[in-house]
Each structure stands twice: as C-alpha cells, then as structure tokens.
C-alpha cells in the first residue's frame, strides 16, 4: 500500500544546532501537511505546501516540497529548547487518504 | 473559539468490556478523524466522517466503529476490549477534511 517514510527516528542535537526530518512517498500526493507534537500533548498543525517545489518559511522553520511531489522535508534553523518534539509528517494521496510518517522526535542536548 | 473536545480524558477498562469515545469538533468543521497513537505504533488512521458519512477508514478490526451526528459530534466505539487497545486515542477536525487538522488532547485508554 502507499507509505509515507520519515527519517530519522530519532534526531538529537546541542541547542543551536540545526535539525532537518525528512519524508519520502512510493506515490505523488496532492499536498503534504506537517505537525508538531510535544512530549504528553497534541499533534498541532504547522502547515499544508501543495505545489510541486514549493518552499516556505515559519521563523526558523522551513518547509520543501519535492518537484515530483513526493518527497518533503522540514529544516530547524538555530534549534532551541522549545522545538522539542516529533513533527509528522502527512502526506495527501490521489485517493484522498491522509498517510502519516512515523515522526522524527527531536532530542536537544543540554 | 473553543477546541476539539474529547471526552472522558481518562478511562481504565477491563478485557472484554466495551467504551464509547466523544468528540466535538470545532464549530463549523465537518470533518472528524480518529487516531489511535502507542510509543511503539505512532499515529495510527482509524476512520474519517464528513456530514454523518465515513469516508475513509484504516485498518483497524470491526470491533473499532464510529459514527458522526448531524451537529459533527463524534463517537467511537470499540467493543470486546484487548490489553493491546491501550493507547491514546485522539480525535481531530477540519471544515471539509482538504486543510489541516485540529487535534483534541486525546482519550487516554488503559485496558486492564
């Protein structure tokens, strides 16, 4: 069945230090969502990119999607102790289905 | 505007029991998906509702239901409990299920 990959698993790092997740589909989508989940919270929605190349930018973070439309990533610029976490990604098939990633759960080192 | 509410916050259950999961929506928003989420599993896609109809739905058994009324409120059901149903289940909405979603902060289920 289709698959939204998501490495790495786990991603630690000294605060200051930049973090990048990335997701990989077997099929193009039509848009690709992230979220951030906090330890003991809630995934929170980020944001949706929708056009093949699109790139956009939240502060520190930014958001690629893929030529092809299958593949994204998200980069952390500088990280600080408030971006602990596990972003997901999820990713919009042809037949509507929202496919998550596994997460990418960001450690930073004290 | 208020959240996306899910009710009870907590509840411990016995094998083979059954329990009913609530879920408001945001004001407005006709979409509901449900999620189950474990250390090990991460989010997992139960079922999606938009205006009282299933549009979508996971790979979970039959004994994993729901529905949706026409006010967007939403219910999930899982009959004859497993210790393995221990997880936190999480109810999200959006307006018509193409934008992101919001979550609630999750239905958090111990079967004992």
């Known amino acids: 069945g289709q698959q939204v990959m998501q490495i790495p698993q786990y991603q630690h790092v000294q605060e200051g230090e930049d973090f990048t997740t990335y997701c990989n589909s077997s099929?193009?989508?039509?848009?690709i969502q992230w979220y951030k989940q906090r330890p003991g919270g809630h995934p929170v929605f980020l944001i949706q990119?929708?056009?093949s190349g699109e790139v956009k930018k939240q502060k520190r973070l930014t958001f690629q999607f893929g030529e092809a439309k299958k593949n994204s990533s998200l980069h952390i610029t500088a990280t600080q102790t408030t971006d602990v976490g596990t972003y997901f990604c999820?990713?919009?098939?042809?037949?509507?289905?929202?496919?998550w990633g596994a997460g990418t759960k960001l450690i930073i080192k004290p | 505007k208020a959240g996306v509410t899910q009710t009870p916050r907590y509840l411990i259950k016995t094998r083979g029991q059954q329990v009913t999961l609530s879920c408001s929506p945001i004001?407005?928003?006709?979409?509901v998906s449900w999620y189950q989420q474990t250390p090990g599993q991460g989010l997992q896609f139960l079922f999606e509702?938009?205006?009282?109809?299933?549009?979508n739905k996971g790979n979970f058994p039959g004994r994993f239901s729901g529905r949706q009324f026409s006010n967007s409120r939403s219910e999930m059901n899982v009959s004859t409990l497993e210790l393995g149903d221990s997880a936190l289940y999480l109810c999200?909405?959006?307006?018509?299920?193409?934008?992101?979603?919001?979550f609630g902060s999750g239905t958090r289920l111990t079967v004992v």
């Open positions: 999200a909405s959006s307006l018509f299920g193409l934008e992101g979603y919001t």
């Open positions: 004001s407005g928003h006709r979409s």
């Open positions: 509702y938009f205006s009282e109809t299933q549009r």
């Open positions: 099929t193009t989508l039509s848009n």
């Open positions: 990119l929708v056009k």
């Open positions: 999820a990713g919009r098939s042809s037949n509507y289905q929202l496919i």
